[in-house]
């Protein structure tokens, strides 16, 4: 099993919908998790930090469920400009280092 | 702020030379700085990770006397990839933190370069 594993997607989406994907991690030790949105050819840009209690910011939010292991990233009222590769990334527990997810493909059509 | 710069954006080479690719932190100091690899439809592989004045931590796999990695300064580590063959044709991505655990959002990244190895 994967550290970090995600639906490679391409999830196809009309302009204006709601999409939600999830992410599972293997190490129940893992402390930090985040979302990241990779542009084709770009370096990856922070989107989002996953807290136990949730997190919301626009029409991204983004949750943590511990007991069964994953994080999902919903995206509400999707635009064009939010086709990309989304990143799930965990930490490794103890040693900080950072784990990352394979990424799920968004394409959101006009 | 919190910018990091990489040079250069792209790089073509003949197999068999080596090629150099510098990670600056533009407007901080990087107390830590990783180097990642990314092959198409793959996720970011972390290579090494390299604290300023000390040798580079390697992962598994990764071969040390291939990929050569200087942090002379807070602001700059050098990547160096020595003897380039075709299969190490990627996109290399650097990250910096002012932080030594450098977990989470306190990684700032580069804009990468592409390597083609011909």
């Known amino acids: 099993r994967k550290e970090v594993e995600q639906d490679p997607g391409p999830f196809n989406v009309p302009e204006g919908a709601t999409v939600a994907f999830n992410c599972t991690y293997s190490?129940?030790?893992?402390?930090?998790f985040f979302w990241y949105r990779q542009d084709c050819r770009k370096e990856p840009k922070l989107l989002m930090s996953?807290?136990?209690?949730?997190n919301e910011d626009g029409r991204f939010t983004a949750q943590l469920n511990r007991a069964s292991q994953y994080i999902s990233l919903l995206i509400r009222d999707s635009k064009l400009s939010d086709s990309a590769t989304y990143l799930c990334?965990?930490?490794?527990?103890?040693?900080?280092?950072?784990?990352w997810g394979a990424g799920t493909k968004l394409i959101i059509k006009p | 702020g919190a910018v990091v710069s990489q040079h250069p954006s792209r790089v073509i080479c003949k197999s068999g030379t080596s090629v150099k690719i510098e990670c600056r932190s533009l407007?901080?100091?990087?107390?830590?700085m990783f180097w990642y690899r990314q092959f198409p439809k793959q996720s970011l592989m972390l290579m090494a990770t390299?604290?300023?004045?000390?040798?580079?931590?390697?992962e598994q796999g990764v071969e040390k006397d291939k990929f050569l990695i200087n942090h002379a300064s807070l602001t700059l580590s050098t990547l160096t990839v020595t003897s380039a063959h075709p299969e190490d044709s990627s996109f290399y991505i650097c990250?910096?933190?002012?932080?030594?655990?450098?977990?989470?959002?306190?990684?700032?990244f580069g804009p990468g370069t592409r390597l083609t190895v011909t």
């Open positions: 407007d901080f100091q990087a107390t830590t």
């Open positions: 990250s910096a933190s002012q932080v030594p655990s450098g977990s989470g959002n306190e990684q700032y």
């Open positions: 390299s604290n300023e004045g000390s040798k580079a931590t390697y």
């Open positions: 990334v965990v930490n490794g527990g103890s040693n900080y280092q950072l784990i």
């Open positions: 190490n129940s030790a893992s402390q930090s």
């Open positions: 996953v807290y136990s209690s949730g």
